[in-house]
Structure formats: C-alpha cells, structure tokens
C-alpha cells in the first residue's frame, strides 16, 4: 500500500498497483444455489465454481499474478535437469529469505511429508504454535505427535492481543527441559492459519529460537503466508513501524533452521519448496526428492511455475504491493464487530473468521455449526467460504469425532483479487444471515467408508440445513 497523509491529518492508504486482466464473475440465482448446495452434500468445497458468486474458499493457487510473474513464465527454461530457471529462482531465494540451499517440491504439504519423513520417528513430538490439517497428518503418519502451545490469549477470540500466533514460550521450556529427546523440532506457523490467520511476533520467534540453542533442537518455521507476517509486525510490533518489510521478513525468517512454504499462497503461484542454511540438513531432504516429488531442479513443478515464483518472492516484499487484501479484511471484520458478530479479534490474514457456535448457539457441535454456516451462507450470498472446525479435523484413532477448540468459517481474502464493493456484499449477507439464523439447522456427516484408522477422508457430503435461506 501507499500510505499518505489525508487532507483531514489521518492515513490514507492506496494500492500501489492497477488491475489490467480482469474475469467475469456472475451472481447465481437462489433457486441455482440452492440446488447447486444440495448437489454437493451441502459441502462448499464441492461446489462447482462455475456456480460460486465470490470465491473465498482460500487464498491458495488463487492469488492475481502480477505482469512481471506472467512474462517470467513465458522466458522459463524448460529442461528435466538443470534448468537455468532452476537457479534463478534459487537466487530469489537467497536474495529475500538468505537461504543457501533449497529443495523445490510440488506444494505446501509436498515439503511437510518430507520434513516429518527425516526428523519424526515413532514417538516423536513436535511443539509448535498451533496444527495446520496437513502439517498434523503427515507428523501422525510419521509416527509423532503435534503438541500445540499457543499462547493464552490465541483461543479467546474476542482478544485484541496483537501476536495470537505466538508460542507460550514458559510451556516450551518446560516440554523441552523434561522431553527434549523426543522433541523432533520445534514449529512455528507464521500466520497461524487455524487460530483465524493471526501472526507471530519478532520477539516470540527470538525467544523461541533462544531456547531451540540452548536444548539444540531445529526450529521449523512454516512460512506460507510470512509476507502477512511481516506486514504486522511493521504495523503492530514497537521498534518495527520504520522498517522495510524486505528487512523485517529477513530478520523473522533468520531465526529459524528450516524454513518452507506452499508458494500457493505469498509468492502466488503453484509449488512450494523447503531452505535452509544446513548443507548436512539440505542433504538428507534432497534425497527423497527425486523419489517423491521429480528431480531436484524441478521438484515436481512446471518451470513456468518456477520462474513466476522467482518474481513472487520478490514482490512479496514490494512495499507498494503488500497489504491490501488484508486492509480489506479488517474492514470487514471491524464492520461485523460493530454490529456484534462474533468475528475472530484482531483482524489477521488470510480472510475473515466467523466463530460459528457463538453465531448459531442453537446449533450443537455435534451438528457442525461450521459446516451448517459455510453452507448457509453459499445460498444467501453465492459466496464460497471455507469449513474450519470440528469437519475439516480428522478424527482419532477410534474413529471418535474431535472437537477443536476453534469451529470457524473462513472468508478468505485471496491477494489483490476482490474489491471494496465485494468486501461491502459479503458483510451485507452475513448481516443478513445473522438476522435470520434460526433458519438454518444442523448438519450430518455421511460417511462412505467404514475405515476408522484412515486420518482424513471424513465429511464427504452433510445434509440438513433445513430450509432455504434466502
Ligand atoms: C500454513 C499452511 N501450511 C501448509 C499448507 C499446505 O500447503 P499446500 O496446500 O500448498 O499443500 C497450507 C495450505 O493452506 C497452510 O495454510
């Protein structure tokens, strides 16, 4: 953004960028969504999105790509081995995040089974600030445990505590004082995207990082959305607000040993890759890569990919670029807050989080208020909003269903895609939805195998809204 000072003394805050490709988007009738809803199991991520007004699913792989990113993609070098694009990206790389060694792979989840492959073994735990779905399947699969320390203020959503991404570094010392030989790693997701994409602050992942030097443990950090990251700090943490947010992001990611990220979502492309300053580290990973994932220069993604993520990685520091989507979130969430929806506090990144129980009290968790809400909202909006709760979490080893302390819907922002007149559309129809809550009921999970071991896979479809919405 380009901030200025208004006429009246306050802030005035500018894109510093101008849409020149646009897509056509339609509005469905009721009645199409209606049975577009139905014909997906009440479930949005089965929609089409041919019948899906604004699409706030995620921000992943979804992303405007900038001119620059698009011409990069057409002068890639497309070779199996050694592709010039290859190297190019891998100076990006170094150049923005100061990492010597990295290990493309295809996606987010792509660098995370790697990751759990050769540091978690049977019994391992892994300490960090809070779970991301696959980030927990792939340490469970692994044989490990997610141990998940945030601090006290991260599961009260009405707290306006700046950093609810940060770890409770009290309860870090003491599992890694009486287990550190089980700890594999230690984690740390900035944008903590399941506790409403709040960040983490400066002085926490330094902390952190001091205890992972005193008990030599590796410290992973999850990067997929640390331009957002960076973003708060310069907003919210002292001492931050004059800095350049190419050298804040520098900063928050050297203090970690292993960095990753799905490029899906900063960088807006499809791929993803893991760095490192650990030639020993970068050896044991890059093994696996031509086994899981394609040959190391390529890891699994297109060239073209590779080079627009080159480009990405830069602009993610572009003071001009960064930020809109997330003024655009706060909008909103400050607008709902006023009006007394239960909305996640202070707004973060990624999108705009309702707290479902709180919004439908009538509904019981065991009925998915999540679910139930996201679905509801499709058919009074045409807007596609993510399930983030009891659903989407995969269930024990029994089979039980379990309970996350969090059941949210997420409106998700993807980067300088959508529009005030859309941000204004979506807090209409949720205000709407609000006055009219009592119509929508509870879901049911049908579930098409009985493999109870079996992680995921769960809520192929619901039922049950009970009544049309609007
Ligand atoms: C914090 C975080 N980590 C990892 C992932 C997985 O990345 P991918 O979807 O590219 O596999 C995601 C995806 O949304 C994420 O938000």
New binding site residues.
């Given amino acids: 953004m380009i901030v200025v000072r208004s006429r009246g003394g306050g802030e005035l805050r500018v894109e510093g960028y101008r849409v020149r490709a646009f897509e056509r988007i339609d509005l469905p009738p009721v009645d199409r969504r209606l049975k577009a809803i139905r014909e997906a199991g009440w479930n949005t991520f089965q929609l089409r999105a041919d019948d899906v007004f604004l699409d706030m699913l995620?921000d992943?792989?979804v992303n405007a790509m900038s001119t620059s990113q698009l011409a990069a993609m057409m002068s890639a070098q497309d070779a199996y081995a050694g592709s010039r694009t290859f190297y190019e990206f891998a100076e990006a790389v170094e150049e923005i995040l100061g990492f010597r060694y990295v290990v493309p792979v295809h996606?987010?989840?792509?660098a995370?089974h790697l990751i759990a492959r050769v540091f978690v073994r049977e019994g391992s735990i892994v300490p960090m600030n809070y779970h991301?779905t696959?980030?927990k399947a792939h340490i469970d699969l692994a044989g490990g445990r997610v141990v998940e320390i945030p601090v006290r203020e991260a599961l009260d959503i009405k707290s306006r505590y700046p950093f609810k991404g940060d770890i409770d570094v009290a309860r870090l010392e003491e599992i890694l004082r009486r287990e550190r030989d089980r700890v594999a790693f230690v984690r740390i997701?900035a944008?903590?995207?399941l506790l409403g994409g709040q960040p983490v602050s400066m002085k926490n992942i330094r902390e952190v990082r001091e205890l992972c030097d005193r008990y030599s443990v590796p410290l992973v950090l999850?990067g997929?959305?640390v331009d957002w990251n960076a973003y708060f700090i310069k907003e919210r943490e002292p001492g931050y607000g004059s800095k350049r947010l190419g050298d804040i992001l520098k900063e928050f990611v050297s203090y970690s040993d292993i960095f990753y990220m799905?490029?899906?979502?900063a960088p807006a492309v499809r791929g993803?890759f893991i760095a490192t300053n650990s030639r020993e580290v970068y050896e044991r990973l890059v093994v696996h890569v031509p086994v899981y994932e394609g040959f190391p220069t390529y890891g699994g993604m297109s060239t073209k990919e590779m080079a627009a993520m080159a480009v990405g990685l830069r602009e993610m520091v572009d003071e001009n670029l960064a930020g809109s989507e997330l003024e655009l979130i706060k909008y909103v969430v400050e607008e709902l807050d006023k009006r007394g929806i239960p909305v996640v506090l202070p707004p973060g990144g990624l999108g705009v989080h309702i707290e479902a129980s709180s919004f439908l009290p009538h509904v019981p968790r065991s009925a998915y208020p999540a679910g139930s809400l996201a679905a509801a909202l499709y058919i009074a909006s045409g807007v596609r909003s993510m399930e983030r709760g009891a659903m989407s979490m995969d269930r024990d080893r029994d089979g039980r269903e379990v309970y996350p302390e969090l059941e949210l819907v997420r409106i998700a922002f993807p980067r300088r895609t959508y529009l005030k007149s859309h941000a204004d559309y979506v807090i209409d129809r949720v205000l709407w939805l609000y006055e009219h809550r009592d119509v929508v009921k509870g879901a049911e999970v049908g579930i098409r195998t009985a493999r109870p071991k079996v992680l995921p896979g769960k809520a192929r479809g619901y039922r049950g809204l009970g009544r049309k919405t609007g």
């Fill in positions: 995620t992943s792989g996606q987010g989840r792509a995370e991301f696959t980030t997701e944008i903590a995207n999850d997929s959305m799905s490029a899906r979502k993803g």
